[in-house]
């Protein structure tokens, strides 16, 4: 069965760039749902979008800013990039239809240097 | 707010037996999901089990299952026949039915499996 995708898998990046994180849901998924998890600690929430529409809003830095597009894509924006911005960045996609599950892709790895 | 806890940093067994895995949380809500996730070292986050709180039947599948007590607000996890495989990190999470539809996150189990 078809999973999450993000890319890129990993990503390098230098202090104060940016950076564009994607994820694709899985098919006939509506919902897509960014977590950031650092070394060692449980998934934080960052945003959530359903239907093109921003559905719910975590820890989201306001460094960070992020879409959903007609296609049901998402993309995570991340500008002015911090040495703490080092993460695990997860996408997971859900359906409305069984919204209570959400399934995670592998995840972004972003190291800031 | 809802809150997840989990209080066994790490957990160890032997290949082949069983483990419990324990998760309490805090919630105000009547419905609502409750799920754990396994997160091997490649840091995958992978589905384990799901519970919806309005069932009153634990919820299994295969070597998983769950021990759910909603009034005691306790969620645990019981691995049988444990196996290499399974060693891993495993979050318990809970999900609202309302509108905020994020998953609150226990802080993970570590668990390990002796060969």
């Known amino acids: 069965a078809a999973g999450v995708i993000q890319s890129p898998r990993h990503l390098i990046k230098e202090k104060r760039e940016t950076a564009t994180l994607k994820c694709y849901p899985i098919p006939r998924h509506d919902t897509v749902y960014w977590y950031q998890q650092g070394p060692g600690q449980d998934p934080q929430f960052l945003i959530s979008f359903y239907e093109k529409m921003q559905s719910d809003k975590g820890s989201i830095p306001d460094r960070f800013s992020a879409q959903q597009f007609s296609d049901y894509h998402s993309e995570l924006n991340m500008s002015s990039l911090e040495l703490g911005d080092s993460a695990l960045y997860f996408c997971?996609?859900?359906?409305?239809?069984?919204?209570?599950?959400?399934?995670f892709g592998p995840g972004t790895r972003l190291l800031v240097l | 707010a809802q809150t997840v806890t989990q209080s066994q940093p790490e957990m160890s067994v032997q290949e082949a037996e069983t483990v419990t895995l324990s998760c309490t949380y805090d919630?105000?809500?009547?419905?609502?999901?409750l799920f754990w996730y396994k997160q091997p070292p490649s840091r995958q986050m992978i589905l384990v089990i799901r519970q919806e709180a309005y069932k009153q039947q634990n919820a299994t599948e295969n070597r998983f299952s769950v021990n759910f007590q909603k009034a005691a607000k306790s969620f645990s996890l019981k691995i049988s026949d444990s196996q290499l495989g399974d060693a891993a990190m495993y979050f318990c999470?809970?999900?609202?039915?309302?509108?905020?539809?994020?998953?609150?996150w226990g802080a993970g189990t570590k668990l390990i499996i002796k060969p």
């Open positions: 997971a996609s859900s359906s409305q239809v069984s919204q209570e599950t959400q399934y």
């Open positions: 999470a809970y999900r609202s039915l309302n509108s905020n539809y994020q998953l609150i």
């Open positions: 919630t105000s809500e009547s419905d609502y999901y």
